[in-house]
């Protein structure tokens, strides 16, 4: 039985592998769309089953790994931004204040499904508009969520954290890994 990681992403891929080294990486073309009425809070962990329901269909036996993370102030998801003036306007938003950053993770094999989610408060600290435009300026915010990575020049914005700061960078690695475990002994 494998481990599959239905991501392309390779932050998920690098923590995965503080869990594991024995897995392989799926990209998931399931597209991401909310139903209408889902709350910001639900949606992380919505997209994760989607993404793992959608490599569990090629991979029936084995453990398939989907995680999708969010970031959401005001009650309103900031996706990856996708241009410099809507990764701007996100900054903006989150200049000076707090907001939370969701990841959902769903866990299949066969018939078996077990889903969680994790959220971390991030808070930034004000931020000018060179602030901005300079952290615009390395490219690195455009495929994350929110229009930063705090894992790279985007820590640089971050004040403080309350939470898993893996989780942040897209995997809650110490949750995942007790899920992982859990599941396993359940199958």
Same mark, same amino acid.
């Given at each position: 039985? $494998? %481990? ?5 992403? &390779? @932050?998920?891929? /690098? +923590?995965? =592998? ?14 991401? %769309? *909310? &139903?209408?009425?889902?709350?910001? =809070?639900?949606?992380?962990?919505? *997209? ?29 998801? +900031?996706?990856?931004?996708? =241009?410099?003036?809507?990764?701007? /306007?996100?900054? @903006?938003?989150?200049?000076? @204040? ?9 866990i299949m ?17 004000? +931020?000018?508009?060179?602030? %901005? ?6 490219? /690195?915010?455009?495929?994350k969520a ?6 790279? $020049?985007?820590?640089? +914005?971050?004040?403080? %954290? ?12 110490? @949750?995942?890994?007790? /899920?992982?475990? $859990? ?5």
């Amino acid at each position: 039985m $494998k %481990i599959i990681l239905a991501s392309a992403s &390779p @932050r998920r891929k /690098e +923590l995965l =592998s503080l869990i594991t080294n024995d897995f392989i990486v799926e990209k998931s073309d399931a597209e991401e %769309i *909310l &139903p209408v009425g889902i709350s910001p =809070s639900e949606a992380s962990e919505y *997209l994760a089953a989607l993404k793992a329901s959608d490599i569990s269909v090629k991979f029936p036996n084995d453990i398939v790994i989907g995680c999708d993370t969010t970031v959401i102030i005001d009650n309103k998801i +900031l996706g990856k931004p996708q =241009s410099d003036k809507q990764c701007s /306007e996100y900054l @903006r938003l989150l200049s000076g @204040r707090t907001h939370q950053v969701i990841t959902g993770c769903c866990i299949m094999c066969n018939a078996a499904k077990t889903s969680f989610s994790v959220v971390t408060d991030v808070t930034f600290r004000k +931020l000018s508009d060179d602030d %901005i435009s300079s952290y615009i300026a390395t490219g /690195e915010p455009f495929d994350k969520a929110g229009g930063y990575g705090i894992q790279g $020049k985007g820590s640089l +914005l971050v004040e403080k %954290i309350n939470g898993d700061y893996f989780n942040v960078v897209g995997l809650p690695v110490s @949750r995942l890994n007790i /899920e992982i475990n $859990k599941f396993k002994e359940n199958l």
